[in-house]
């Protein structure tokens, strides 16, 4: 373990208490997929005299399932059931959710920014988390949760969210009972209204408090690497395309349940932290980025080496395929077994 002005263990109260809402966290995650499950319902209708099995949607579509008998009769007292015994359990579980976010609160276990919270708790809802990952600085905030420690202060140090959308997967959402209805800054504003596009970055919106939120998706090629906003909308994002987002997009994933300040819990869809430690090397060394932030990418590169060393050892580097071999080669294995950035920034 490590103790030091880097990298700092939780309290053991506080992993205690990670660790039981942690637990009621997942629990409630699935109970929700158990929910989606009997979204809808189920309805006798009569049609001539006769009836009839029907199964509802929440747009309001039908499905005949045949005549009453005694098997569509087991059909719908399954359902029925199901449904409310997935209910009972939902609103249980949601009633743990808020204890453990007092519990959270107190004990001080989090300190992810609330925005952050509420934009994925609001891309959870919207069955939006696997099409977008989150990148840059606020992974560091599921990385050292995952190693119950806190990271220097100034290593998180920011004011904005980088979402990598992954435009591979086609959104079909837009067209699914309005859940997109407004875009993506529409989705936003739904959070807190005052998110607006800056007219310079049309990939960013900014709120009230200063706080920006970035759009950024793989170069493409071919129609693909043209620039385009993120909706048909005419006043959605225009998303950026970021360099070797490809990296990103083909590295091992990394989900955390991570917990705000206010003790409110969201899981976070991010980056592999090797494959971090690796971009950040690669950022730090493009001569054409600003050098404060090249100086903050070798920074945050070797305190995410130092975590992976310290308490995530199962972390091997050899097992990340996707970089090439000139980034990939910055970081090897010394002779004590800890990984160690070897090779000097331009």
């Excluded at 359902?79 to 001080?108: I, M, P, Y």
């Amino acid at each position: 373990m490590q103790n030091n002005l880097e990298i700092i263990d939780l309290p053991e109260d506080s992993i205690r208490q990670y660790i039981d809402a942690k637990s009621a966290f997942t629990a409630l995650e699935q109970a929700k997929l158990r929910s989606a499950e009997f979204r809808g319902g189920m309805v006798w209708k009569t049609v001539k005299g006769k009836e009839y099995l029907v199964r509802t949607t929440t747009r309001g579509d039908q499905t005949g399932l045949g005549a009453k008998s005694a098997e569509t009769e087991a059909i719908y007292n399954k359902f029925t059931a199901g449904k409310a015994r997935a209910a009972e359990l939902s609103s249980g579980l949601k009633q743990a959710a808020v204890k453990h976010q007092r519990l959270n609160r107190a004990l001080r276990v989090g300190r992810t920014p609330n925005i952050i919270i509420d934009i994925l708790v609001g891309l959870s809802d919207a069955g939006m988390s696997d099409k977008f990952t989150i990148i840059g600085t606020n992974a560091l905030y599921a990385y050292e949760t995952a190693a119950g420690v806190r990271l220097n202060e100034a290593h998180l140090a920011t004011r904005d969210v980088d979402l990598l959308w992954d435009n591979r997967k086609k959104l079909s959402l837009f067209t699914q009972e309005n859940t997109l209805a407004g875009g993506m800054l529409g989705f936003l504003q739904s959070i807190d209204s005052t998110f607006t596009l800056r007219d310079d970055q049309l990939y960013t919106a900014v709120n009230k408090d200063g706080y920006e939120v970035d759009i950024l998706r793989r170069m493409g090629q071919g129609s693909d690497a043209e620039p385009g906003r993120f909706s048909t909308l005419v006043d959605d994002f225009w998303v950026v395309k970021a360099r070797n987002a490809d990296w990103l997009l083909s590295a091992p994933k990394f989900s955390e349940v991570i917990v705000g300040v206010n003790g409110k819990m969201a899981r976070m869809n991010t980056v592999d932290p090797r494959a971090f430690a690796l971009f950040k090397l690669w950022m730090a060394d493009q001569p054409d980025r600003d050098p404060g932030k090249r100086i903050r990418d070798a920074s945050q590169a070797r305190i995410v080496v130092d975590l992976i060393n310290s308490h995530l050892p199962q972390y091997s580097f050899e097992d990340i395929k996707v970089f090439p071999s000139a980034v990939a080669d910055k970081i090897a294995v010394d002779d004590t077994g800890n990984r160690r950035i070897v090779k000097p920034l331009k």
